[in-house]
């Protein structure tokens, strides 16, 4: 199929990639276009205007930073839904966004799909990341040769929104474990263990998840990869946050709790930063 990547950010780059070394002929698009050179050496075809990259495709993804740069390209005047609406491809969202937005490109865009992903960027390069897609069956079969080369693991759901649901799931879980996995080490080492101890206690233990092992020496140091930001960590509890607007005043209070120590982080210069630095707060 004839896919268009729309953003080349870590993770928009890494579908790029995995679905070029399945076949796929992909056609690359950023706002910052000197993004999509890598991509061009891998063998996909780079275009600078959005109106471009949606000529003749299957296909359109969107893998975009938050609502705001979703909403402008998937609903602006010259955007996806424009520039595809007549031509009858398929839309499909990669990013994190409300399940408010999703409802609203759906309202929009009947064919359209939201697929979150659950995993890193380097799990989806290995075609090991969890897909969360969410559309009308029809549209879920058309989408099939994309997700079966991204990965075998997916969760479907017959609405888009209920996928965007379920990756704010997802990430409050991650989210908040990594900051008790932090916690959790600080109150070990103001009980005098070290930090050789406390690898030897938590690195294996069974209440330390595969989520928050992979990021257990990046957590417990304060550095590492950029493979997720402290900003968009923050963003996504936001998003947590506002699903329970109503009935209740104060229905997550652990996301709530989770998202002042990424705020904190943010405002302590760390919002660049991986997730894992929120660790940086808590003394070594």
Not at 60 to 69: I, M, R, V
Not at 159 to 171: I, T, Y
Not at 204 to 213: D, N, Q, Y
Request: net charge negative.
């Amino acid at each position: 199929m004839r896919v268009a990547v729309l953003g080349q950010g870590r993770m928009g780059a890494a579908i790029a990639t995995r679905l070029l070394q399945q076949g796929h002929a992909v056609v690359v698009w950023d706002r910052t276009a000197d993004r999509t050179g890598p991509l061009v050496a891998r063998g996909a075809e780079a275009v600078v205007e959005l109106r471009d990259a949606l000529a003749r495709v299957d296909v359109a993804l969107t893998s975009l930073s938050n609502d705001d740069a979703v909403r402008q390209v998937a609903l602006g005047d010259h955007g996806v839904v424009a520039g595809i609406g007549s031509g009858g491809a398929l839309y499909a969202d990669a990013s994190t966004i409300s399940p408010e937005l999703s409802h609203e490109i759906s309202l929009r865009y009947p064919a359209f799909v939201s697929t979150p992903i659950s995993g890193s960027p380097e799990l989806v390069g290995r075609g090991e990341a969890l897909y969360l897609a969410g559309g009308p069956e029809a549209s879920l079969r058309i989408l099939d040769p994309v997700l079966s080369a991204l990965s075998s693991h997916r969760h479907t759901y017959p609405e888009p929104r209920l996928a965007a649901a379920a990756k704010l799931s997802v990430n409050a879980v991650l989210l908040a474990g990594i900051v008790s996995l932090a916690e959790g080490l600080a109150v070990g080492r103001a009980g005098g263990l070290s930090d050789d101890q406390l690898r030897t206690l938590l690195a294996e233990s069974p209440t330390v998840g595969p989520g928050l092992r992979g990021r257990f020496e990046a957590i417990l140091t304060g550095s590492g990869p950029t493979l997720w930001s402290v900003d968009l960590g923050s963003k996504d509890l936001g998003l947590a946050l506002a699903l329970g607007r109503e009935p209740a005043d104060d229905p997550f209070p652990m996301v709530a709790a989770a998202k002042d120590r990424y705020d904190r982080a943010s405002v302590e210069g760390l919002g660049g930063d991986d997730v894992a630095a929120v660790g940086r707060l808590y003394p070594h």
